[in-house]
C-alpha cells in the first residue's frame, strides 16, 4: 500500500492538479486559480475575508487529488474535491473530504455545505455516506444541470 500524504498545495503540483481538475469536470476551473493557490502555498485571503485552503494528496511523490474549501462567517465551503481517474472508487475522496471537514472543525465552522451536479450519483452516495443531507436543489446552476446543496452540521 502506498503511502498517503495531505498537506498544502505548492506550485510544483500544479501539472498534476490540471490533468486532474481536466480529467475530473466537464467545466474545468481556471488554471489561474490554482496557480494563485499555489503562490500563496495553498492558502488564501479573500477581499472579504473569507479564507481559502487547497491541500492535496500525495503518493510517493504523486499528487493523486485534491480538496480546495473556503471558510466563512462559521460555515465552511467545499469548493472542489477530485481524484486521479485511475484512483477513483477507493476511498482517496472520502479521505479528503473528511480531512477537510476535521480542519473546519478545528477552525470553528458550525456546518459546511457543497454544490454537486444533480445527475453525479458516486459524489451524491460520498456525501451522503458521510452524514451530508440534501438541504436545497438548484435549477441551472451549471448552466445546462441543476445542482444539489449538501449540508453537514458540525
Known amino acids: 500500500m502506498l503511502k498517503r500524504t495531505i498537506r498544502l498545495l505548492n506550485p510544483s503540483d500544479l501539472e498534476s492538479v490540471k490533468s486532474i481538475e481536466n480529467a475530473s469536470f466537464p467545466e474545468p476551473w481556471d488554471f489561474e486559480i490554482f496557480e494563485i493557490l499555489a503562490s500563496y502555498r495553498g492558502r488564501a ?4 475575508g473569507a479564507r481559502i485552503y487547497m491541500y492535496v ?3 510517493e511523490n504523486d499528487v493523486t487529488g485534491y480538496v480546495v474549501w473556503e471558510e466563512a462567517a462559521r460555515e465552511g465551503h467545499i469548493l ?10 477507493s476511498g482517496r475522496g472520502k479521505e479528503l ?12 465552522m458550525e456546518s459546511c455545505i457543497l454544490e454537486c451536479r444533480d445527475n453525479n450519483a458516486i459524489a451524491r452516495g460520498l456525501y451522503e455516506s458521510i452524514g451530508m443531507t440534501e438541504s436545497d436543489h438548484v435549477d441551472g446552476y451549471y448552466g445546462d444541470q441543476d445542482a444539489v446543496i449538501y449540508r453537514l452540521d458540525l
Open 45 to 48: 485571503i479573500k477581499a472579504n
Open 80 to 89: 472542489n474535491l477530485a481524484v486521479q481517474e485511475d484512483r477513483r472508487n
Open 57 to 59: 494528496l500525495e503518493e
Open 97 to 108: 473530504l473528511l480531512f477537510a471537514i476535521r480542519k473546519l472543525k478545528l477552525k470553528g
